[in-house]
């Protein structure tokens, strides 16, 4: 058993490129009642579920969500499990945030504009926010923030993506500058992490005070925490409930049991093998996002066999994509084109599809070396649902090649120990994200997680021109280019897109299918109200 | 995984006259162990040879979505179909079972009779080791070990041994103690036959019906050691077909398709009822001279 | 009595050398508990700085002192994963794993005593074979299968009217939830149970064939009584000895029971505890777990040696 297992998931962050083009989810997802219609731009997001009419007032939403554990924080800027990311985005908020669409939209700020060198960014705060504690949201509060959260002696989780900040200044109470060193042209991107939520000056995680939809009443690390309803929200009307309690799983069976037995109101990341059966229960719905996660293989193009852009075609060509989603998703996923971002502006939608081909695959192990097959270990861990069932398939599939994989399971915390990145051969998974922080994580000879070891001359100069590049269309050609080396000789073997599906009871309202990966509505609860008679 | 040592205690009997499986086969309650256990057996050992013949898949070849009802018993969490991994998964649980039953009676057994024999301080050493070995949670350990070592099945059979030995040992030895007053002992060690000699041709034949009850015993706390180390996910590496894995992989579909969790803890269930049955009767038939006479 | 003295001395050996090897254990545990609780955001800086803070630079032999004298000081140490001491960290998990002990120790104590004695008085009929059957049908059941079992039956699929996952608010004890408890007492019960009663069938059957219930009978003392007043007096302290090992058994063994059930107690605390590299959490519950066999084990030893005048005279085990 892992029951941590997603106490070191890769955090989700929210930051990327504008969104020019957007993708309604897709109609042949298998949803609980009636279809539900992609939230359309500036509406209010419709609803699927059945309470209908106005929103009412009062209740408490008991959320379960499976992972975390004794580390669990309510430290503003350093969410780590599942749970950690639920308590933080309903206690503090960000200048800007991601949509349930993977739009930027401003949050605490009301706009943010680079110069036209992109080297500072003007943020505008929204007027007539107050902390929980009553005083007034300021400049000298973002300040604070930023400065805590780049402490060079303690940086928080969301440091890495603010390297390029020199500092920030307070113009008054309600602008301040973000002075960078290098251009950066996506930096409001940078901004819209759920890790960066503004707090005030003297900001103690003890009394985790913010400025979000719901107030700190008590917390038990690993076990569950219980908020109550911010009176002085600055949005009108919400949050609807009058009590958020979020609960602690180790397991999905638990997690699912206290769903069919109404302990829980609503659970995040049912196992996509029971979405199906679960939604036959008429007392419970479902929520089936689309959204831009990975769980890639890894392959590190510095080590032997897979030094050979042979052999990582040939392991690329050895998938069988489409049944890869329907044994470990259950069909619910689209499918990967062995690159990331789906969602980007820039994605390279023209490149082909790669479907599998087995004869390919053996002519370019015989050219590599490896007539008669080869053998390999893979090293998986759970951790995320389905990554240990995707190293069998395709141990499975990768049979037929002549490719012989031996699968070594070990338990998150060693695969997260002194092997991770090391692996020759493994297993990662990765939240949503656009393409240049993306490449900033995993993908450049700087990045912290390369556990591919790319470092690719001609990729490394596409990105640092894109990311100086304010223009759209020319930063989208110089994205689609780099995309294009890394799907002819990258690292990754990227078969699909997971869906995040979620559960929840009947009479909860106001859930909508979110793209970022992160479950219920991206964790958004001041737009849930319960249904029916609230005694 | 409990560690209890009744009720067979009342076995301890030295003598053993010839028909101990006679008499324990004249029992009906043995004749019903034999026959639970014997199907399950069979159902384990013809298992892998019947498919895919029987069920038209492999154990790991893909039969639908996960969960799925196609076929008699469904698709497991990635969609393999159940029966074929339940005809294919039982065969390794009895070898495993078997291998650290048969390791902790060999342990266990060695030092019991060493420590009787001997007697004096290796004695003492003997068992004041195997009171610590007693008092070292049977869990924490599997645990630490198997953390440390990886989930295998080599790594399992040595831990369950191991966690055994202690309670073998301590039976072997009070058996022991009572044998080696008798006199024909005493005899062999005035020919001056070797120590190891008349530990294997005068002691060994002497206690083989406590043994026999333990090894029993032994038999049916290794199932549900292997079978409880798998369902906490500590058992095999995946994609093998094992009955705890099974139980592990489709804990979580109980309440939709619970037969990828059924069959493989009603085989577990009917199997350890069965040893248990078999060391039952086999206590009392080594207890007892007279058992099964009047039946 | 040197011979009570010489067993006590007995156990704390047996105990020190207990957490010698749990130490040496925690020891080898793969992966780096600094790098366990920072996970993957930790820098190299903040790596060195826990470990020092964590005496992971130590000497082995001066953290395994150090960490021994904390004990007998009730010093269990830092917890790596929460950062707080493991004695607080503990305490609420220990009373819930108790609650549970005590709640299957009173149903299954009574039960055992009745259902053995009834079944003794009854040897060779039906109510005797029934019992006697089911009990070791029960018996020979792993924990996790008697588990499923009723969380099929009482949860999800016959009777849904049991709740299987255990949670309470926080700051709230799981007993104000009575229900909850339930079905994860009435597992431990039926683990327990049958090897109770069975042994105290075996017992009450050699006092009843034994010399003195014969002579009461013949006396003409009325069968309850002889039943009540020198069968069962005499039945009870040999089963001492096996419900101090069922007792000791149940403070290791709820960890599968807790873990189906999502039970907070010590149980699933270690299952946590080894997955985080929780070192000081890991060695804590380990040595917490041997202590209670180890006083159980010594505490039905000194029922059977005061109860036995033959014992106290020594001999063999």
């Keep these: 058993m892992e029951p941590a297992t997603s106490s070191r998931q890769r955090l989700p962050d929210t930051s990327a ?80 945030y991601r949509d349930e669409n993977y739009e930027l939209q401003p949050l605490l700020a009301v706009s943010a504009t680079p110069s036209d060198d992109a080297l500072v960014w003007t943020v505008d705060l929204r007027k007539g926010v107050t902390f929980h504690d009553g005083r007034p949201l300021t400049g000298r509060d973002v300040a604070a923030t930023f400065k805590r959260i780049t402490d060079p002696d303690d940086p928080k989780t969301g440091a890495s993506s603010l390297s390029v900040l020199d500092e920030v200044a307070v113009i008054n109470d309600h602008r301040v500058e973000f002075r960078l060193n290098t251009a950066a042209a996506t930096f409001d991107d940078s901004l819209g992490q759920y890790a960066l939520g503004i707090v005030p000056e003297d900001y103690d995680p003890a009394t985790p005070v913010g400025t979000g939809p719901f107030k700190y009443q008590s917390f038990t690390p690993g076990r569950s925490s219980l908020f109550v309803r911010n009176e002085n929200y600055w949005r009108d009307n919400e949050p609807y409930l009058d009590e958020l309690a979020i609960l602690n799983f180790d397991d999905d069976d638990a997690l699912i049991n206290a769903l069919l037995s109404t302990q829980v109101d609503a659970v995040g990341q049912i196992p996509l093998a029971l979405l199906e059966v679960i939604d036959a229960d008429p007392r419970i719905s479902i929520l089936n996002s689309e959204t831009g996660m990975w769980m890639p293989f890894t392959m590190r193009v510095d080590k032997p066999p897979f030094d050979d852009n042979r052999v990582r ?32 502006p820039g994605y390279a939608s023209k490149l082909p599809q790669r479907v599998q081909d087995i004869a390919r695959a053996k002519e370019l192990l015989a050219e590599a070396g490896y007539p008669d097959g080869l053998s390999v270990e893979l090293v998986t861990a759970p951790i995320q649902a389905g990554a240990v069932e995707a ?78 590049t304010l223009d759209p269309d020319k930063r989208n050609e110089l994205i689609a280019a780099a995309q294009e080396i890394e799907y002819n000789e990258g690292g990754y073997i990227i078969w699909g897109h997971p869906n995040q599906a979620d559960a929840y009871q009947q009479y909860v309202a106001g859930l909508v299918p979110n793209r970022t990966g992160l479950a219920l509505s991206g964790f958004e609860f001041r737009r849930v109200w319960l249904g029916g008679d609230l005694s | 995984m409990s560690v209890i040592d009744s009720p067979q205690d009342i076995a301890r009997e030295v003598e053993t006259p010839p028909g101990l499986l006679r008499r324990l086969v004249r029992q009906r309650q043995a004749k019903i162990g034999i026959a639970l256990t014997g199907v399950v057996v069979l159902l384990a050992v013809l298992g892998p040879l019947l498919l895919p013949w029987a069920t038209g898949y492999t154990s790991t070849q893909f039969a639908g979505r996960p969960f799925q009802a196609d076929g008699l018993f469904g698709t497991d969490n990635l969609g393999r179909d159940v029966l074929s991994r339940f005809l294919d998964g039982g065969l390794r649980l009895l070898i495993y079972a078997a291998l650290a039953t048969l390791l902790g009676m060999v342990l266990g057994g060695l030092t019991g009779m060493v420590a009787a024999y001997q007697g004096g301080w290796v004695d003492s050493i003997i068992m004041r080791a195997n009171d610590v070995m007693l008092a070292l949670p049977q869990l924490v350990f599997a645990l630490l070990a198997i953390t440390v070592l990886g989930p295998q099945g080599w790594v399992l059979v040595v831990v369950i041994g191991i966690t055994h030995a202690p309670r073998i040992a301590r039976v072997t030895r009070s058996a022991t103690v009572e044998v080696i007053t008798e006199d024909f002992i005493r005899a062999a060690e005035m020919y001056a036959v070797p120590k190891w000699k008349i530990l294997v041709k005068d002691v060994l034949p002497n206690i083989t019906g406590p043994l026999m009850v333990e090894l029993g015993l032994r038999m049916t706390y290794s199932i549900g050691a292997v079978a409880s180390l798998s369902f906490l996910g500590l058992g095999m590496q995946p994609p093998t077909a094992d009955w705890g894995l099974m139980i592990n992989e489709n804990r979580i579909a109980l309440v939709v398709q619970p037969w990828g969790v059924i069959l493989p803890v009603l085989a577990i269930a009917v199997l350890t009822v069965g040893t248990n049955l078999i060391t039952d009767s086999l206590a009392r038939a080594s207890a007892n001279v007279n058992v099964g006479a009047t039946k | 009595m040197p011979i009570i003295l010489r067993r006590l001395a007995t156990s704390v050996l047996i105990l020190l050398a207990v957490s010698v090897l749990v130490f040496v254990a925690t020891l080898l545990l793969p992966g780096d508990p600094a790098q366990a609780i920072l996970g993957q955001q930790a820098t190299p800086e903040r790596l060195a700085a826990l470990r020092e803070q964590m005496n992971l630079n130590d000497p082995v032999l001066q953290r395994y002192f150090s960490w021994l004298g904390g004990l007998f000081v009730g010093d269990l140490g830092i917890s790596a994963a929460s950062g707080g001491p493991v004695s607080a960290l503990l305490g609420e998990r220990i009373g819930a794993s108790l609650v549970l002990l005590v709640a299957a120790s009173l149903i299954s104590l009574p039960v055992g005593f009745l259902v053995g004695t009834y079944s003794a008085l009854r040897r060779g009929r039906t109510g005797d074979h029934v019992t006697t059957g089911v009990s070791l049908v029960l018996a020979a059941l792993p924990e996790f299968v008697i588990g499923i079992a009723l969380i099929t039956l009482f949860s999800t699929t016959v009777f849904p009217i049991l709740p299987s996952v255990t949670m309470a608010p926080p700051g709230e004890a799981v007993w104000n939830y009575p229900l909850q408890l339930v079905l994860p007492t009435l597992t431990l019960v039926l683990v327990v149970t049958p090897y109770i009663t069975r042994m105290m069938r075996a017992t009450m059957l050699e006092v009843l064939d034994s010399g003195y219930v014969e002579m009461a009978r013949l006396k003409g003392v009325p069968e309850r009584q002889v039943i009540l007043r020198h069968a069962l007096p005499h039945a009870l302290s040999p089963v001492a000895q096996v419900v101090a090992i069922q007792l000791a058994w149940m403070a290791g063994g709820v960890v599968v029971v807790e873990f189906l059930f999502r039970y907070p107690g010590i149980g699933q605390a270690l299952v946590d505890a080894v997955a985080n590299r929780d070192v000081q959490v890991v060695q804590a519950l380990s040595i917490l777990i041997a202590a209670v066999y180890i006083m159980v084990n010594l505490l039905a030893d000194m029922v059977g040696i005061l109860t036995n005048p033959k014992l106290r005279t020594g001999g063999t085990r």
């Design chain 1, 313 to 344: 075609q040939a392991f690329r060509l050895a998938v069988d994509r489409e049944q890869m989603i329907e044994q470990v998703l259950s069909g619910n996923g689209s499918i990967g084109n062995d690159l990331y971002s789906p969602f980007d």
């Design chain 1, 17 to 96: 490129l504008q969104l020019t083009r957007r993708r309604l989810l897709g109609t042949g997802l298998a949803l609980g009642l009636g279809g539900f219609l992609a939230a359309c731009s500036g509406g209010q997001p419709n609803v699927l579920a059945s309470p209908e009419g106005p929103p009412q007032s009062g209740g408490t939403l008991r959320v379960g969500l499976s992972g975390g554990g004794a580390a669990d924080s309510l430290d503003a800027h350093s969410p780590v499990s599942t749970t950690d990311i639920a308590r933080v985005v309903n206690l503090y908020e960000s200048l800007l």
């Design chain 1, 391 to 468: 190293a069998q398939v395709f141990a499975q599939q990768a049979a037929a090649a002549g490719i012989n994989v031996k699968i070594r399971r070990v338990d998150t915390t060693t695969f997260f120990g002194d092997g991770y990145l090391q692996w020759d051969f493994a297993q990662d998974f990765w939240y949503t994200r656009n393409f240049l922080p993306q490449v900033n994580n995993s993908s450049l000879p700087t990045a912290p997680y390369n556990e591919t070891h790319w470092d690719h001359p001609e990729f490394n100069e596409l990105v640092a021109q894109a990311k100086g």
